[in-house]
């Protein structure tokens, strides 16, 4: 058995929490349901992707380990995400890499350890993301603290998301006053016609008034004559 502890941010002194993992690492028994978090399923749906991330986040967060966004898989036709896997940060090995010369860079420090635990979600034809796959067993001992999170790419991502989403509400609010600024601008344009056409009548009445008035004064002054 190996002692993980959680911190609890309520108190200064941490709770001591006795989980039990494998000395292989095997967490098959390990229940977030204990703690109150509802564990992956297959057949599970979110309403997006971004619901599917979060939930395997905190899923993470809770059970010990932190949440890599992995490989997606896009459409054909529109290029659109279709599926996505999220695996634990310790998935996979660490691979050699070359450089242009040939020669193997400097192995850098790596956190992955072969590890397999993840959870794939695809969308289905209603647009909802369907978790297909869950491997929940990790090779390696978790550590539970809640402040473990989501890791700082993601983050990063976002972050970007919701500045990209505020731009795009503004963008739409700019469109939506400038339409209603063109309209405003139209109908005032439509009553200065009207006005200057109600005007011209006017004016154009008032004439006839007076030539009719000069007839007949002219027509008055020949018969006095």
Not at 97 to 120: P, Y
Not at 139 to 157: A, F, M
Request: glycine share 6%; hydrophobic share 30%; aromatic share 6%.
């Amino acid at each position: 058995m190996i002692g993980a502890r959680i911190g609890d941010s309520s108190q200064d002194t941490p709770e001591l929490v006795e989980v039990n993992i494998a000395a292989d690492g095997s967490t098959s028994d390990v229940s977030c349901e204990e703690r109150g978090v509802e564990e992956p399923c297959v057949g599970m749906e979110f309403e997006s992707e971004d619901a599917a991330k979060k939930f395997y986040d905190e899923y993470a967060r809770h059970a010990g380990f932190k949440m890599r966004i992995d490989q997606c898989r896009r459409s054909e036709v529109d290029k659109k995400i279709i599926s996505r896997r999220l695996s634990c940060n310790k998935e996979g090995y660490y691979t050699k890499s070359k450089n242009q010369f040939g020669h193997i860079r400097k192995q850098q420090t790596s956190s992955r350890q072969g590890c397999n635990a993840m959870m794939l979600v695809r969308v289905n034809k209603f647009g909802k993301w369907v978790v297909t796959k869950f491997e929940k067993d990790h090779t390696h001992p978790l550590v539970l603290s809640t402040c473990l999170s989501v890791n700082e790419g993601d983050c990063k991502e976002r972050r970007i998301q919701g500045l990209t989403a505020e731009l795009k509400h503004q963008d739409g609010l700019i469109k939506f006053y400038r339409e209603h600024l063109c309209m405003l601008l139209g109908e005032i344009e439509q009553q200065t016609e009207v006005l200057s056409t109600k005007i011209q009548v006017a004016v154009n009445n008032v004439r006839e008034i007076e030539t009719k008035e000069q007839k007949q004064l002219k027509h008055i002054k020949n018969k006095k004559m």
